[in-house]
């Protein structure tokens, strides 16, 4: 397993722009989710480290090797790398086995221990070997596309949306089978998604995209709790946004006065705040004053939406425990649990 | 490299269209017009034109009524009529015609050549039409319906606009045909340009007055092609917006049931019992023939020229199909379509054409084989063409992707990933050459080496002086070959409605 660096890439469709100086590391053995919505420029960025893609400026390496950038051009064969896409692209005229062996050396591949040995790696019974990509569900089809990409033992795995064709269940299962063949292989991973809970949940390193760029790249607890700004807030789940103001290591808004790192001198901010942070209680308890104006059921868990009393009435959301949500009009008092996280406006 | 094949192939096929009009105009206009402003070549453009407009009207009624009934209506055994009513393409209409006269005795003239032509083209239009009224979604009729116009407005507003592209597309390659056909006018004593061209050609040898009629026929095959693309317009009949298709309801016939199954089943017997009835009895005459007869030789060297074809042909479509389906380039798109446009000239013209250069540059290939399968690929390029085409386009790029991934090269991944994808559906387009070549007449009679008979040019000599018995067995020989067409369009109109 290697390495792998991305330097200033910039890379263009004909006449479009779609990437702008896009800066990763992936360090060796470790995961990177990528996440960005449709069209941000996240499956060029895949592209353009398959050599699929050619950039217009910047270095790619992965390990030690030069790939793309400087006059040199690898060609995606001589890459050395597992790609999995949306789709699985299994060739739909070979069985499973062949399929896995395609990428050996014409020796290897009727190495039907190898085959055994890489379909129990992503969960799958042996005997499903000779069995025909049409006869394999949707899930099953991408276990299938990661055994294939990692017979050759790949020093950096590429996937591309891998799970997001999938229903909700089959992904989750899908998806901890993927984890724990490519955990078990120490491999070096880039995922690609726009599902921000496939990211954090799937990755040690989310990099946010946004047009072309990435905005901030971190552990995935640290981005969901101190993102640089607004929209990469939002891209990594609900939020709330609180205009304050700050001073002596406080922010003053319409929830009172909060202690916040970073709140140093006099100056205008936002305050984000996740809805599961905000806990209901009775009226007249502890806290601001709110009237609950909607509410969202899903179940497990609910999202209220509040006005908080006062003269500019803010809006929040809320999370509660689903069986436990306030009905709408009824009255509570907010607080926060936690710190929130200043953004600079 | 794919490009320049590409425009070579298309520079082959339109070789036979420069080449007649040079040779009709060789000794200037005047003269040219001179041999086209005869009452003679009146009469054949009077014959021409009527023959050409009752059988695409009567071709029409036929074609989208059947059609209505197999698709949208409640008809009993609707799969047995959708195969009956594709049938008859491959009884060829100079068997067909050879059926009706064996059977009913002074059939001819403009009244047998409307009949027959008929029955042999009207699948033309059945078969599109049949494609469409079975794939739309009858989300356009129910909105129609809902917003308060009844059945009958419904149909004459929605489903006219809906079908037309599919009668217009059917009723070019009627008229095309037509235009092309010279067997079954020629057996029928009707004459049209197409069978003047080879009389005076047979007769007098005059390359220059047909080369006349040749460019005056060429002008017509251009002026239909014109026309339906004018009729067609630039109005598309996509679906728009997602959700699954929905199969359209059938249509209660009540008491229309018994007159409905009388008229599929009248067409039915007259468009395949015919034939079938009069072959057969003159099968069982064939002792009677004033030679013995050996369909060996015959079947050989037409399954041997059917299959050089084939493979030829198939070949010829790959560069021009692959840049289509691939990059859809303008230069791609005109390229295919040059290729459809020789192909629709009649055959005779290509065959006269290739005459002409043959004679005048290559003589030693004249009348050789390899002269009669360039024919035969410039004639049925297009349906390689639209077979290769969409078999290159069934495979996913994305497949070459994880080839790549996988440690191969563009060569490799070619050999190893889209060749084995793309081979059914090619094998299906060199089928359809191949089944074609078998039955073609005309440019085979013109350019066929001496002495070499195919199935079709030895069951011409044989039905020419009113041999029935003799020719009875290659009529036969030539349905059996044409069988599996029935077959392939079926299956070809089921994956492709649109065309």
């Known amino acids: 397993m290697s390495d792998l660096r991305l330097s200033g890439i910039s890379a263009s469709h004909p006449r479009t722009p779609v990437l702008h100086d896009v800066d990763l590391s992936v360090a060796s053995g470790s995961t990177t989710a990528v996440l960005g919505p449709s069209g941000c420029g996240k499956t060029t960025l895949l592209r353009v480290v398959a050599g699929f893609m050619r950039p217009d400026a910047g270095e790619v390496h992965i390990g030690s090797d030069l790939v793309a950038g400087g006059g040199t051009w690898v060609p995606p064969e001589k890459r050395g790398f597992g790609y999995v896409a949306q789709e699985g692209n299994l060739f739909p005229h070979l069985t499973v086995a062949a399929n896995i062996t395609y990428g050996l050396p014409r020796r290897d591949r009727k190495d039907s221990a190898r085959v055994a040995e890489l379909l129990e790696l992503v969960g799958l019974p042996g005997d499903h070997a000779g069995r025909r990509p049409d006869q394999l569900s949707g899930g099953q089809q991408q276990r299938v596309a990661l055994a294939r990409a990692l017979a050759r033992r790949p020093r950096v795995v590429l996937l591309d949306e891998p799970f997001s064709a999938l229903d909700p269940e089959l992904r989750v299962a899908t998806r901890d089978a993927v984890a724990a063949a490519l955990a078990a292989e120490k491999a070096t991973v880039v995922l690609v998604t726009h599902d921000q809970a496939e990211a954090l949940s799937f990755a040690d390193q989310v990099a946010i995209m946004h047009e072309g760029r990435i905005t901030q790249a971190g552990a995935p607890v640290e981005v969901y709790r101190a993102p640089t700004d607004r929209r990469s807030a939002v891209s990594l789940g609900e939020a709330c946004f609180l205009a304050g103001r700050t001073g002596d290591g406080v922010v003053t808004c319409a929830l009172g006065s909060l202690p916040v790192r970073g709140a140093s001198g006099e100056r205008d901010v936002d305050l984000l705040i996740r809805p599961e942070q905000l806990h209901l209680g009775v009226d007249g308890g502890a806290g601001c004053p709110a009237q609950v104006t909607r509410t969202e059921f899903f179940g ?6 509040l006005r908080l009393d006062g003269v500019d009435g803010a809006l929040l959301r809320a999370r509660t425990i689903g069986p436990l949500t306030p009905p709408v009009g009824s009255r509570v008092s907010v607080t926060v649990d936690g710190e929130p996280h200043l953004i600079d406006r | 490299m794919l490009r320049g094949a590409a425009v070579l192939v298309a520079a082959l096929c339109l070789l036979p269209l420069v080449v007649v009009a040079a040779k009709a105009l060789e000794s200037g206009p005047a003269e040219a017009a001179e041999l086209l402003w005869r009452p003679r070549v009146g009469e054949l453009l009077r014959n021409t034109v009527a023959l050409v407009v009752l059988t ?26 959708r195969v009956a009513f594709v049938a008859p393409l491959a009884v060829p209409a100079f068997v067909n015609s050879f059926a009706w006269s064996a059977l009913v005795p002074g059939f001819e003239g403009l009244g047998g050549a409307v009949i027959v032509t008929t029955l042999s083209y009207f699948p033309f239009v059945f078969l599109p039409v049949a494609a469409l009224l079975r794939s739309t979604d009858p989300g356009l009729e129910e909105a129609a319906r809902s917003l308060g116009l009844g059945p009958w407005r419904t149909a004459a507003r929605v489903g006219t606009a809906q079908v037309r592209p599919a009668l217009l597309g059917g009723l070019l390659l009627v008229a095309l045909h037509l235009l092309a056909e010279f067997g079954a006018l020629e ?20 390359s220059r007055s047909g080369s006349v009629l040749a460019l005056a026929l060429m002008v017509l095959a251009v002026t239909v092609l014109t026309l339906e693309m004018l009729a067609r317009g630039r109005t598309r009949h996509a679906r728009v917006g997602g959700g699954a298709a929905r ?11 018994p007159l409905a199954l009388a008229s599929v089943t009248a067409l039915a017997v007259l468009a395949l019992g015919v034939p079938a009835w009069s072959i057969g009895t003159w099968l069982t005459r064939t002792d009677q023939a004033y030679e013995s007869i050996d369909l060996g030789p015959a079947v050989g060297s037409t399954v041997v020229l059917g299959l050089a074809a084939a493979l030829v042909t198939t070949l010829a479509t790959f560069p021009a199909a692959w840049l289509v389906a691939r990059s859809r380039s303008r230069l791609a798109v005109v390229l295919e ?38 024919a035969y690929v410039i004639l049925f390029i297009p349906r390689a063409m639209v077979t290769t085409r969409a078999a290159i386009a069934a495979v996913p790029p994305e497949l070459s992707d994880a080839a790549r991934a996988l440690g191969d090269g563009p060569a490799r991944t070619f050999l190893r990933v889209q060749l084995p994808l793309m081979l059914r559906g090619t094998l299906a ?17 013109l350019l066929a080496p001496t002495g070499t008979e195919t199935l079709a040019t030895a069951f011409w000599s044989a039905s020419s002086s009113l041999d029935y018995a003799a020719a009875a067995p290659y009529a036969a020989a030539l349905v059996v070959l044409s069988a599996p067409l029935t077959w392939l369009l079926l299956r070809s109109s089921h994956e492709e409605p649109s065309r």
């Open chain 1, 300 to 305: 497990h868990d609910a999202l209220v939406e």
């Open chain 2, 56 to 81: 695409g009207t009567l071709s029409a009624v036929l074609g989208v009524g059947a059609a209505w009934l197999v698709e949208r209506t409640a008809l009993p055994g609707a799969g047995f009529w």
């Open chain 2, 187 to 206: 057996m029928l004593r009707f004459p049209t340009f197409t069978t003047a061209i080879l009389d005076q050609y047979e007769v007098a040898f005059d």
């Open chain 2, 247 to 257: 199969r359209p309801p059938r249509a209660r016939l009540g008491r229309g049931l």
């Open chain 2, 337 to 374: 379509r040059v290729t459809y446009l020789a192909s629709s000239l009649p055959g005779v013209v290509v065959a006269l054409a290739l005459i002409a250069l043959a004679i005048g540059f290559v003589r030693p290939l004249y009348q050789t084989a390899p002269v009669l399968v360039l």
């Open chain 2, 429 to 445: 387009g060199a089928a359809l050459v191949f089944i074609a070549v078998s039955t073609e007449l005309t440019a085979t009679l």
